[in-house]
């Protein structure tokens, strides 16, 4: 079991810049690491995957505006939010698997981290 922390989240405006990060405090045998999102009365969905050779691949929704990054050592991944929108709002996730694969699903992870809030106002 890998226990994952996760920082960074807030309130901005819209057109603001957040930047939230997660670590795996226990990190044996993790492969792909990602970050979800869950609006209220929402389904959870997938916002970016990084492999271990930090390929990365985005949902369509943030293509351009959001960037993961992942430093292999410091066992941590980095998502910078640029250009954020009120849609944008939701409690974000990190999620860790160990096949190297990533998936884009929720039911591909079995670590999840406790959350972070991101609001974004208009």
């Known amino acids: 079991q890998v226990r994952l922390e996760e920082s960074g989240g807030g309130s901005v405006q819209a057109g603001g810049s957040l930047a939230l990060s997660c670590i795996a405090v226990?990190?044996?045998?993790?492969?792909?690491m990602a970050w979800f999102r869950q609006a209220p009365g929402k389904e959870r969905e997938v916002v970016a995957t990084?492999?271990?050779?930090?390929?990365?691949t985005y949902a369509d929704s943030v293509k351009g505006r959001f960037t993961l990054s992942r430093d292999i050592a410091k066992k941590t991944t980095l998502l910078q939010m640029n250009s954020l929108k009120p849609e944008d709002t939701a409690m974000y996730y990190c999620?860790?698997?160990?096949?190297?694969?990533?998936?884009?699903?929720?039911?591909?992870?079995?670590?999840w981290g406790q959350g972070t809030q991101v609001t974004v106002s208009s």
């Open positions: 999620a860790a698997r160990n096949p190297l694969v990533c998936s884009s699903t929720e039911s591909g992870y079995d670590n």
């Open positions: 226990t990190y044996r045998g993790v492969g792909c």
């Open positions: 990084i492999g271990v050779d930090a390929k990365s």
